[in-house]
């Protein structure tokens, strides 16, 4: 070991018998990921009222990297009589042995108490999809608050090292054309935008980020969508669209040379003027219309690929799966697609180890079931699986476009999906959304003197949860329970408990509520895209709606078959019996915190009051099954006193619904959701950019339920028949 550098703390108290004691902490300063993995370990330290000097010690703690480990990011803690030794296979794995060696000395364990342990990573890809607000996929105000956030270093870094601290690995920076905010295009200085001041100044922040990601040990990835240009090329090269302040997300491609060209010397630039950045990804999809799935492919390969492949030094590739299989931009799947796609990347040989095929687990709504129901487009078969793929891995994207605002962590969920869908050509996940950016907290209402300043804060069991488990499945809930104990004191515990409870709430809709693309559904808001717009979920809209996952039974298909006498199986989940599982389980949730104390920490009164929310959110949802089967069941065969309990039920709904109202109103800000657009005409349209949501502007519609039902009549057919019975 080189360069070693002694640090000497000192405790007062009683510890294994002795009445103070020093600590030397021994690694390699040189090394930057070394140093930050020391650096937890001394803040560790510091909170646990050691003091910090260079004076003799009793104690001996010793960080070092043993290679010979063939486990990467892997770890051992080995205590022994006055001294403690933090092994890890790499760089990496050494800062997961200090951070678990923290956490341990946060939740109050002593040195001499610590225990002997090894670790090792489960999947070699943990990461976070982080859409961008500057040219930004998704479009309106919700987009353009984070900017002056996102431009600060000092959140990256508190982001990063969140990450770090819940063992993610990989960072994902998304937005359609990321090149002309951190190079000046050697041979196309006209596509970029800016002064040599404002782009020196950007240039800065992306090396900021990608030199703090590398301390903590965290690869970084620029991904963009295809095919894009900058306005300011569009308007000197008259190529890349007809108005280039307005480019069309589902527009004609445009695959014109010097496109192709200059996408090509970018990314050898960015890969030559950016040593720090791991590595780039590409998208078959928006922009790319007219263009067949071969045709696509090959293009990716004259430029990005070849650029790739043109830089100084090897980088790392996110191949995205094609998201079309014919000529359109709505998304649709084959197998001859598929085949063409694995073909094309086991041909690629000169890449920095293997490929991670990103493929959307269950469409935009990961957030479903665990079972792998869809993918972007439809179905998939097993042709990117079978044979076991040689120089990729698949990496499933985990979207969540179901909450943004409430807070969420369902253990049990992880650690199904992670044990259901990690066979061995699988190498990891990525986590997050495109309707939402964890930057700025734009939820919560101003004066209330919270004591966290960035939006991820605010959700960091969600966080902890994925990393964790994703790192090591097998990690247990009192990991979790500790934390709570660590943030809001002793009691707290339950919450756990509690918010896995009622965290099923967001889960069961997806599974019960048929989705395919972003807007589709918005779990949290109980809304879901009706032709053009997204609004509340009716009662009919519940009526009518397929299910996701084919072990349900819709309200219409149950009403139609039971009226035939047809009986369903214990497999079968009937929107009675999902109401029966909701009530339970919210019933539950809300007993765990009805003794809650939440006046001795800031953040406490909104954890417990998003598990309440989420738990009236899903005796909302129960009580709609029932008044939604008993109307279908009046209109299909008569009988007033369905007509009767529908009413009830559905003002029950109602009641649930006003107790979300009463939590969330005093908390939460009416909330900005991301634009959305599609195409019309060839054009697009773009929804209104100034929505804002909160469950009391939904009000209305929920109490309309109850109407229909009043107002709700036997259908013709059913009068009918019984006329005739």
């Known amino acids: 070991m080189k360069s070693l550098v002694v640090f000497a703390a000192c405790f007062t108290g009683f510890i294994s018998g002795a009445f103070s004691q020093t600590v030397q902490l021994l690694y390699d300063r040189t ?93 070699p890809f943990r990461a976070i ?45 998304w937005n359609l054309h990321p090149f002309p905010f951190m190079i000046r295009p050697t041979n196309f200085p006209e596509a970029s935008p800016f002064t040599d001041q404002e782009l020196a100044d950007w240039q800065a922040l992306y090396r900021g980020i990608f030199r ?49 060209r200059y996408t090509r010397e970018c990314v050898t630039q960015v890969l030559n003027e950016y040593p720090d950045l791991t590595g ?11 263009m067949t799935p071969r045709q696509r492919q090959d293009w990716f390969s004259e430029t990005i690929l070849a650029g790739m492949q043109q ?56 957030f479903s079931s665990p079972k792998l129901i869809k993918v972007h487009g439809g179905k998939i078969s097993d042709t990117y699986f079978t044979p076991q793929p040689r120089n990729y891995r698949i990496a499933w994207m985990a979207r969540n476009e179901d909450f943004f605002c409430l807070r969420w ?50 959700q960091w069991l969600f966080y902890k949860l994925w990393g964790r488990l994703l790192y090591d499945p097998a990690t247990p809930d009192a990991v979790f329970k500790a934390e709570f104990t660590h943030r809001y004191g002793k009691g707290t515990e339950p919450l756990l408990e509690a918010s896995a409870l009622a965290g099923t709430t967001p889960l069961r809709l997806a599974s019960y509520f048929d989705f395919t693309w972003d807007f589709s559904l918005y779990s949290e808001g109980f809304m879901a895209m009706d032709k053009k717009s997204m609004d509340y979920i009716s009662v009919d809209r519940l009526i009518s709606q397929p299910t996701t996952d084919t072990t349900a039974i819709s309200v219409a298909e149950y009403v139609r078959k039971g009226s035939r006498g047809v009986a369903f199986g214990p497999d079968k989940l ?18 765990l915190v009805a003794h809650s104390k939440t006046t001795a920490n800031k953040a406490l009164p909104f954890e417990v009051a998003d598990i309440k929310a989420w738990a009236y959110l899903g005796l909302h949802f129960a009580q709609k099954l029932r008044g939604a089967t008993a109307l279908e069941t009046y209109r299909q065969q008569g009988d007033e006193a369905h007509k009767q309990a529908a009413i009830q039920y559905l003002e029950k709904a109602l009641k649930q619904w006003d107790e979300v109202i009463r939590i969330t109103r005093p908390l939460y800000n009416d909330m ?31 109490a309309r339920d109850v109407e229909t039902a009043r107002n709700a009549t036997v259908q013709a057919a059913s009068k009918k028949q019984l006329v005739d019975h």
């Open 129 to 173: 999809k982080f859409n961008l607000p500057w040219d930004s996929y998704r479009e309106g105000y919700a987009m353009e608050l984070h900017q002056e956030t996102c431009r600060d270093l000092r959140f990256w870094e508190a982001f990063l090292d969140m990450m770090a601290q819940n063992r993610f690995n990989a960072l994902t920076l």
């Open 574 to 591: 009937t929107p009675l019996r999902l109401a029966g599982l909701l009530e339970q389980d919210c019933r539950n949730a809300l007993n």
């Open 311 to 366: 830089a100084s030094r090897k980088a790392k590739l996110i191949h995205r799966v094609p998201l079309e299989a014919n000529t359109g931009v709505g998304g649709s799947t084959s197998i001859g697609t598929e085949q063409l796609t694995r073909k094309a990347m086991e041909e690629l040989d000169f890449l920095d180890g293997p490929i991670w095929a990103e493929i959307k687990f269950n469409w935009s709504h990961a």
């Open 31 to 123: 090394r930057p990921q070394t140093a930050y993995a020391a650096h937890t370990l001394e803040k560790a330290l510091r909170e646990q009222h050691y003091v910090l000097s260079e004076k003799q010690a009793s104690y001996t703690l010793t960080l070092a990297v043993d290679a010979r480990q063939s486990d990467p990011e892997a770890f051992s803690i080995k205590p022994a009589t006055g001294q403690l030794t933090i092994t890890g296979s790499d760089e990496r794995g050494l800062l997961y042995g200090c951070l678990s060696l923290s956490e341990d000395l946060r939740n109050g364990t002593a040195l001499p108490n610590i225990k002997a342990r090894h670790e090792k990573a489960n999947l």
């Open 672 to 702: 900005p959701l991301a634009a959305y657009s599609y195409p019309h005409d060839g054009k697009r349209l773009v929804s209104d950019t100034n929505r804002r949501f909160h469950w009391q502007t939904l009000r209305p519609d929920v």
């Open 212 to 260: 703090l990601a590398k301390e903590r040990g965290i690869d970084t990835y620029l991904v963009n969508w295809n095919i894009f240009v900058s306005p300011e090329f569009t308007k000197a090269y008259q190529v890349g669209g007809d108005n280039p302040d307005n480019r069309i997300h589902y527009g004609n491609a445009d695959t014109s040379a010097i496109i192709k």
């Open 409 to 458: 962590g369902v253990p049990g969920f992880i650690r199904e999906h992670i044990a259901t869908n990690t066979q061995p050509y699988v190498g990891g996940y990525f986590v997050g959304s495109e309707g939402y950016i964890p930057a700025k907290d734009y939820f919560t209402k101003p004066g209330l003197g919270v004591d966290w300043q960035y939006a991820f804060e605010r």
């Open 280 to 290: 780039l990804g590409f998208t078959h999809g928006e922009a790319m219309r007219g």
